[in-house]
């Protein structure tokens, strides 16, 4: 099929996505709308609760894999929207609605290079594509189901809005719960040891705190107090202040590692609430990276989670669209970026697999 006709066929299936709510665990339409799509392109597809996925048409199970991943359901429309966040529409050549831009824009495009490639014989890797659930609060049902049950995956491209740069690392995420403890008492007698008072300087310990190793893409390891809770009544000092605490972690420590320098270090009580959201990377000099670069694109570290913390293996996120608009009012994707995503795509993709 023409490129330009597979381009305006996944701009449809956009269109179509958006006007279908699919809140996080909530996909089950959507994900018939995917699997239908695929399916009028002779695509044999496979399915796992809302995990929509298919393998090339020549998959062989002797060359290594390359995962093509991106998801389909969305966050819930904020109450700034002035627009019907279901209506897809387009203005000014920007399709407008929930979930064009986070994830949808990807999701399609990766969709149309998919089937770009999917009946293409002798390529080096055998492809997955894989339109996933549950990614916006990264859910049981989410790729961490379906991950155990596909091949072994030896590179993956995941679909995020990035400008259609390479974001060749990701920082892990870890929140911790913070304890810091005092005596309690009432409000009118002597007490020296005030949780709230004593919470000043832990809250200085974390704000001049700073971890050893810098990344060259992802920078330094990010540690944020965003939350803090303590007593019920005026006249009454609390036992305890709690906090909460967001640690970005860069690609030079696991979040293990972070976990166990805190909780030795710090000045109060520390538990982590998980420890699964791994940060990602790609080695600069991998094919696939190499490919985007004869291109012409740029390669830098992103902040913000994606499905690659799920990943055990190399891997890039890559998309159209801006990440700035990702959760924002009245979320749109220009039509142009998604042309533009499909055909860089294929062009890395066409590099990677047929060197």
Request: net charge negative.
């Amino acid at each position: 099929m023409h490129q330009d006709i597979l381009t305006q066929k996944a701009i449809e299936l956009l269109q179509q996505l958006i006007a279908i709510p699919s809140f996080s665990g909530e996909e089950d339409k959507t994900g018939d709308a995917i699997q239908k799509w695929l399916n009028d392109f002779d695509v044999k597809t496979e399915r796992q609760y809302n995990n929509v996925y298919a393998f090339n048409k020549h998959f062989d199970e002797n060359k290594p894999t390359l995962l093509l991943n991106s998801h389909h359901d969305t966050v819930k429309p904020n109450s700034a929207y002035t627009k019907d966040p279901f209506n897809p529409h387009i203005e000014d050549g920007k399709l407008y609605g929930l979930g064009s831009n986070d994830a949808g824009g990807c999701l399609v495009s990766l969709l149309a290079t998919f089937v770009h490639f999917y009946e293409r014989e002798n390529l080096n890797h055998n492809i997955i594509m894989a339109a996933t659930a549950e990614e916006e609060d990264a859910g049981e049902k989410s790729i961490r189901a379906l991950l155990p049950i596909l091949p072994n995956i030896d590179v993956a491209i995941v679909g995020e809005p990035t400008l259609l740069d390479l974001a060749i690392a990701e920082k892990g995420l870890v929140v911790f719960d913070a304890v810091v403890e005092g005596t309690p008492s009432h409000a009118a007698h002597p007490n020296d040891n005030n949780s709230i008072y004593n919470s000043i300087e832990v809250l200085n310990w974390f704000k001049d705190y700073s971890f050893e190793k810098v990344s060259d893409a992802l920078g330094e390891v990010k540690l944020t107090v965003t939350q803090i809770s303590a007593g019920n009544q005026h006249n009454v000092v609390p036992a305890q202040v709690d906090l909460v605490v967001d640690v970005r972690v860069n690609d030079c420590y696991s979040n293990q590692e972070i976990a166990d320098i805190l909780q030795n270090e710090a000045p109060c009580k520390l538990t982590p609430r998980s420890l699964r959201l791994n940060s990602s990377s790609i080695d600069p000099d991998h094919d696939l990276v190499k490919s985007g670069l004869a291109l012409g694109r740029k390669t830098y570290g992103s902040p913000t989670l994606s499905d690659q913390a799920a990943l055990s293996c190399q891997s890039v996120k890559l998309g159209p669209g801006d990440s700035t608009r990702s959760h924002s009012a009245n979320e749109f994707i220009h039509v142009h970026e998604i042309e533009e995503g499909i055909d860089l795509y294929i062009k890395i993709l066409k590099g990677f697999l047929t060197r």
